[in-house]
């Protein structure tokens, strides 16, 4: 078999889909919490993308990938039996893997997929593992079974209410609290003003979070500071520092504007695509 | 009869009004007629200087005399029996710190132009199917790690080819070449140059793998395992910063990153190409180096109003090629000399809108003999900016360093060799900017093929791992 080969492909709801790709050196290194840099096409952009599983006797990994633009829509579309152009990784600092004791374990979106290998890794290591999992509405609480297997307790929220309790994860943060549930560090990975706002409450409830951040990221191997974001007051490369940080004193604000730059070029790209589909089809 | 007072040949360039709008080569070489002139002007000296110049040592005069007759095979072949990318060299070099300026016809006729016709000598023989790879030696059993894909490790693992011994390359971008690759834009390295260069010495049998990190999954330590001995060209691939409040702002690139953009991921194509690159109408480049004049001409072709170089020294002071210099005031790029940046002044949504420099004046020369800029008090001033692009200098990429502990480091942060040129660690060289920080293309390759005849001797003590 060859390298960056798509071995299988599922569909977790309509924006979002889930790959195992062969890559037998990735998954005889990789670990929680870095992540992979993928491309297709000869002017692909190089987007990066964390590792969510792997299996190193099958050699493959997996990879969850929501579509929210171009090259996020191009990847979607592709079948089992093609390949992408390139595929690097494992590349990022990995999650340290400890007892800590009890720990909260929050994914947002499509941030459940990559919270996922670091609820399984801390389950392993002993771990009491409280899982929360947000989204707007219920098609959007994905992996909710294999998240499952990897916690001792698991709490869904949606914004509408379609599943699990009505509200935000941070609500469910509160309740535990209240409850009289002793948490000792939070790992917080989704969308960045949830991150934000998670991050702040559990450092007001004496809870050390940890956010995964998502800058825009070129080359990922710590080149050109593209990724660069403010953590105590120091610049870090999320590529080689992170992508997992201490999240007590992340300047999010910085992060948001930062990652907005490209918002109107991106919504080109992505009409352009659109556009170039359509025509194809016409010609059928 | 050689003819040194014939018109020197300088070749034909692009118009600037022209060359802005486009990323196609500036300088387009010599004519044949105009390579048969300027090689007829080579006094073919029996010591030549010029090559006694030659960070690679050329075989210049050897070369130009076979040209002279027509006779490119020859020429060819006299340049690849020491420098194996003849194409990139003639158009990269800083040939009037080496071989030109070393010309016996500089003072008094100008200089040959050797490299334009190195140049033209690469180029045509490649067009004419004459340009082969050279045949290795019989194969040794012995095998090489490059680390890097850049005119280091390129340099090295072709010589260590010849030698007999298997070579492969671990490039962990998705493209090789390195700085020729992201680094040198294409209009004065066209990418299929660096792509031809590349496919010559896979031609010899060098393997090559893309998207390979060495450090953080396959470490050095791991690579001695299978391989005989590792060669580290990994570069000074780590930005830096000017380390000014704003720094962070939106809209500032570091030169890496405006120049990956531009030349890696092609984003002067954009919407073609995926990868995005805006700078707005009013561009500020800081530095002074050839990074920073890549960066201001790439932002020049980019259709802006205007682009700023600011440096804080003057004209004469600064570190890139003269040529550069000229190439970018010819386009227009505007200088503010004795500026030094202060604060990088943002709008509400955090993006760049000025920047806050002082003005400088020059005082005592520093350790590099260089007058040092000192700032003049209450000067501050504002220029506007749409984006900054912080072109200051490189460092190496510290990944190979954090995971190999056994590397001896300098200060610097740069790989620490012994006067024999050897690393901390048995079978592991370096050379390139990882071993000097930040030069230049010509003394990568240098380092390369010196490392290449040390990694020989070197084997010649060992026996094949054999695998």
């Known amino acids: 078999m ?10 977790l709801s309509n924006v979002v889909c889930e790959f195992e790709i062969y890559e037998p050196l990735i998954a005889a290194s990789a670990k929680a919490g870095q992540f992979i840099i993928l491309r ?77 290998p670091i609820a399984k890794a801390l389950k392993q290591a002993g771990n009491k593992v409280i899982s929360i999992l947000g989204a707007r509405t219920k098609d959007l609480v994905i992996l909710q079974e294999k998240m499952q297997q990897v916690s001792d307790e698991i709490i869904i929220t949606t914004d ?75 610049t870090k490369f999320a590529c080689v520092d992170g992508p997992m940080f201490e999240a007590t004193n992340i300047d999010f604000d910085n992060l948001i504007a930062r990652t907005s730059e490209y918002k109107e070029q991106e919504k080109e790209s992505f009409l352009k695509h659109e556009k170039d589909h359509k025509c194809k089809i016409g010609l059928h | 009869m050689p003819n040194p007072a014939l018109p020197k040949q300088e070749g034909q360039r692009q118009e600037p009004k022209d060359r802005i709008k486009n990323f196609e080569e500036v300088a387009q070489g010599l004519t044949s007629k105009q390579a048969a002139i300027e090689s007829s002007r080579c006094l073919n000296c029996k010591e030549p200087r010029c090559q006694a110049a030659c960070p690679v040592n050329v075989k210049i005069p050897k070369f130009i005399a076979a040209l002279n007759k027509g006779d490119i095979k020859a020429a060819i072949e006299a340049i ?95 493209a090789f070449g390195g700085v020729l690759r992201y680094g040198i834009p294409s209009f004065r390295l066209p990418r299929e140059v660096v792509n031809s260069e590349i496919k010559t010495i896979e031609e010899m049998g060098v ?39 704003g720094e962070n702002a939106v809209g500032v690139y570091s030169a890496n990153e405006f120049l990956t953009r531009v030349n890696l991921m092609q984003a002067y194509k954009f919407p073609e190409s995926d990868t995005p690159v805006k700078i707005g109408k009013q561009v500020i480049v800081l530095g002074g180096g050839n990074s920073a004049m890549d960066a201001a001409r790439c932002a020049k072709r980019l259709g802006p109003e205007k682009v700023s170089v600011v440096y804080r020294r003057s004209q004469e002071e600064m570190p890139a090629r003269k040529e550069e210099v000229l190439n970018a005031m ?138």
């Not at chain 2, 056994?406 to 610097?412: A, N």
Request: aromatic share 6%; with cysteine; hydrophobic share 35%.
């Open chain 2, 80 to 174: 690849m029996t020491t420098s194996l990318l003849p194409a990139i060299c003639g158009r990269v070099c800083p040939q009037e710190k080496y071989c030109q300026g070393a010309c016996v016809l500089k003072e008094k006729f100008g200089p040959v132009s050797i490299g334009l016709l190195e140049r033209y000598t690469a180029d045509t023989a490649r067009k004419q199917g004459l340009l082969k790879a050279p045949k290795p030696e019989q194969e040794t059993g012995f095998k090489i790690a490059c680390v890097g894909s850049g005119p280091s490790s390129l340099a090295c693992a072709a010589q260590l080819r010849r030698l007999g011994h298997k070579v492969v390359v671990f490039e962990a971008l998705h």
């Open chain 1, 160 to 234: 509408d209410g379609s599943l699990g309790q009505k509200g935000l994860v941070t609500d469910a943060i509160k309740t535990l609290h209240d409850k009289g549930v002793k948490i000792d560090v939070g790992f917080i990975i989704g969308p960045i003003p949830m991150m934000k706002w998670t991050a702040k409450l559990m450092t007001q409830l004496g809870i050390k979070p940890y956010a995964s951040l998502n800058p825009i990221m070129l080359d990922g191997t710590g080149m050109c500071g593209c990724c660069r974001v403010v953590v105590n007051g120091q």
């Open chain 2, 330 to 467: 010819e386009e227009g790029v505007e200088f503010q000399f004795l500026t030094i940046q202060k604060e990088v002044i943002t709008d509400e949504k955090g993006h760049v809108k000025a920047l806050k420099c002082l003005k400088a004046r020059l005082g005592e020369p520093d350790e590099k003999g260089r007058r040092r800029p000192v700032a003049i008090e209450n000067s501050d001033f504002l220029i506007p900016a749409d984006s900054i692009i912080v072109a200051i200098g490189q460092k190496p990429n510290p990944i190979i360093a954090k995971t190999t502990p056994d590397l001896k480091m300098t200060e610097r942060g740069t790989m620490q060799l012994d006067e024999n040129g050897n690393s901390s660690i048995k079978g592991v060289f370096g050379g390139g900017d990882i071993t000097r920080g930040g030069a230049t293309v010509l003394l990568a390759m240098k380092d390369g093929l010196e490392a290449a005849g040390r990694i020989d001797n070197y084997l010649k003590t060992q026996t094949p791992k054999g695998k």
């Open chain 1, 40 to 116: 297709y096409g000869e002017l692909g952009e190089r987007v990066p993308v964390t590792l969510v599983d792997w299996n190193e006797q099958k050699g493959t990994i997996t990879a969850i990938i929501q579509s929210i633009g171009k090259s996020t829509a191009v990847f979607n579309s592709l079948k089992v039996g093609d390949k992408f152009t390139s595929l690097a990784g494992p590349l990022g600092t990995p999650v340290e893997i400890k007892n800590y004791g009890t720990c909260v374990v929050v994914g947002g979106g499509v941030g459940i997929a990559e919270v996922y």
């Open chain 2, 207 to 245: 393997e090559f793998r893309q998207d390979i990190l060495i450090g953080p999954s396959t470490s050095v330590k791991d690579l001695l395992k299978e391989f005989d001995s590792v060669y580290i060209g990994s570069g000074a691939g780590l930005p830096t910063m000017a380390g000014i409040p």
């Open chain 1, 2 to 11: 060859e390298k960056n080969l798509i071995v299988n492909k599922k569909s």
